[in-house]
T-cell receptor, first 113, second 112 residues
Framework: DAMVIQNPRYQVTQFGKPVTLSCSQT?????MYWYQQKSSQAPKLLFH???????NEADTPDNFQSRRPNTSFCFLDIRSPGLGDAAMYLC????????????FGDGTRLSIL | GENVEQHPSTLSVQEGDSAVIKCTYS??????FPWYKQELGKRPQLIID?????GEKKDQRIAVTLNKTAKHFSLHITETQPEDSAVYFC???????????FGTGTRLQVFP
């Protein structure tokens, strides 16, 4: 009953080769998030959308971009992946309302060769 | 901005014992406090949450307490089982934001 679906589960790319990760949701939530998680660390918010309003975190590198073409889909583009970008990338969704939980996808594990 | 501290970073207990994980937050206006369980290689899963108008919430073996005055909240797991072994993250949502500010995580190991 996966409601936040991330594809692919595993992605391997070459150093400097652009890569796109995708996320879709069936919850009709108006907020979508992208997190980066490295082992043994908490998820780190990269950016989020409230509907089509994009909110970037101040310390998110310019190398990371995002698109949300409609309510259901959100993409993470890494323009020139470096070795330090190898991580688990988590998508999450929530309803913009008082105190609603975030629901996470299973993540995409990105490896850089 | 909000800052969430979480202790301990690792916790080992014997099966059947209780486990307690504590978090403190800095922004007194934060009003929502979820707890997530993350097993190795899997997604964070919400296990319980509490809102600022409530002091305690319980769901079977799991409970969360919130002390707004002291700005801390705790996760209590009773009768621990090996399948409780995971990393647990607390989080806080600052007032009027869509964000979660995570604690640094606690690795819980339950030994049979």
């Amino acid at each position: 009953d996966a409601m936040v679906i991330q594809n692919p589960r595993y992605q391997v790319t070459q150093f400097g080769k652009p890569v796109t990760l995708s996320c879709s949701q069936t919850l009709n939530h108006n907020v979508m998030y992208w997190y980066q998680q490295k082992s043994s660390q908490a998820p780190k918010l990269l950016f989020h959308y409230y509907d089509k309003d994009f909110n970037n975190e101040a310390d998110t590198p310019d190398n990371f971009q995002s698109r949300r073409p409609n309510t259901s889909f959100c993409f993470l583009d890494i323009r020139s992946p470096g070795l330090g970008d190898a991580a688990m990338y988590l998508c999450a969704t929530s309803l913009r309302d008082a105190n609603q939980p975030q629901h996470f996808g299973d993540g995409t594990r990105l490896s850089i060769l | 901005g909000e800052n969430v501290e979480q202790h301990p970073s690792t916790l080992s207990v014997q099966e059947g014992d209780s486990a307690v994980i504590k978090c403190t937050y800095s922004d007194s206006a934060s009003n929502y406090f979820p707890w997530y369980k993350q097993e190795l290689g899997k997604r964070p899963q919400l296990i319980i949450d509490i809102r600022s108008n409530v002091g305690e919430k319980k769901d079977q073996r799991i409970a969360v307490t919130l002390n707004k005055t002291a700005k801390h909240f705790s996760l209590h797991i009773t009768e621990t089982q090996p399948e409780d072994s995971a990393v647990y993250f607390c989080a806080a949502t600052p007032y009027n934001t869509d964000k979660l500010i995570f604690g640094t995580g606690t690795r819980l190991q339950v030994f049979p």
